[in-house]
């Protein structure tokens, strides 16, 4: 052989060493085996709490992001935390930029709004916590451009074209993003009517309280609103785990009374028109009801109950709302009886239904360590 090719050769061998190197070096990131979560591949638990918001609506993006979230990301990590909950648009107010015709025209006006979030996922990763972003919420929606976007296509394009889009470019593969929700409670919004098909009847959920905002938007247009946000999503990470935060588990399941599941694989991609529209796992919400818990709710039953194939995280809960029961043994009913999560409501510590910040730090260290139904304590990498 001569000289030359074997400095070929090891040229070779060089550049193949130095591509499984980089390759080896890669971020892990939240993942989903049968009705588990894992991280890097392991079965974990996501201890965690919503933060939800500082200034309602105004966190992001036009110089509204001051490091108070990062503050309280640092103190639910060096808790035991290890994941947290976030709004963004929350009901389009600051963010996005609509124009006079109610088209999305950019992230914000500033053009800080993608690298406030990127922040946010830095300071995440440095406390050991990954993020779930949620974007907008139906629990409360007043605003008639975001209304608009729900119910037009062309609009809704416009937002997925000029800010979804662009803010997954810039925060794509990040190991702090663990999943997007399109929306918080959309049952809040949606009008309760009958409807030959049933992933659009709402009569059901609508008979436990279902549309208490009076918006009145059908069903099959939160379908589409949110199916087409997952897969905008998955075309530029396929990686980040998509979810739904429900009001309840009434909207999340076909087996207790008054339920029927709104967000099945086939309901979803069916309103999106195609496919990739589909959750990766199901989030239900959870507070007592006149002091004692609704038929099948979370923390009455085992996750396995609800006959559903994916994972369950119990995305809202406090010890305040809990028929009395404390923090501590809410997040041991979550971990011990087959739930892949659990978020108190929330860092903000404003709302009849909210615990204090203390309270939420103290409920958070109870799971530390623990590995039995699911690792807690994680590295984010």
Known sequence: MSSASVAVDMTTMLLLTLLAL???TSAKR????GTDITYGGEKVFLNGANIAWNNYGYDFGNGGYDGTLETWVGEIGS???????????????????????????SCDRTGQFEND????????????VVVNLCMWNGAVLRNQKTIDLI?????LDSYIEKCLTPLMETIKGHPALGSYEAINEP???????????????????????????????????????IGRQNQAVRAVDPETLITLGSWSQFSQNDVFPSSHNHYTDACLNGAAGGSGAQLDFYQMHSYDWQGAWTTGAPFTVDASDYELDKPIVIGEFSSACAAG?????????????????????HYTATGDCSDTREAQRQG???????????LVDFTVE
């Open 151 to 155: 119910y037009e296509d062309s609009k």
């Open 117 to 128: 979030v990127l922040s946010l996922l830095n300071a995440a990763e440095a406390s050991g």
């Open 187 to 225: 049952e809040g919004s949606v009008k309760v009517e009958s409807n030959s098909d049933a992933c659009y009847d709402t009569t059901l959920i609508g008979q436990q309280g279902a549309g208490w905002t009076g918006a009145n938007i059908p069903m099959e247009r939160f379908l589409r609103f």
């Open 22 to 24: 980089l390759g080896s």
């Open 79 to 105: 808790s035991g935390g290890n994941s947290i909950r976030i709004w963004v648009h929350v009901e389009g107010d600051s963010t996005p930029t609509y124009d006079e015709n109610g088209y999305v025209t």
């Open 364 to 374: 958070l260290g109870h799971l530390v360590d623990r590995t039995d139904n699911g």
């Open 30 to 33: 939240l993942g989903v085996s």
């Open 325 to 345: 029961t404390s923090l501590p043994d809410l997040f041991e009913y979550a971990y011990t009886h087959g739930y892949s999560g659990a978020w108190t409501w």
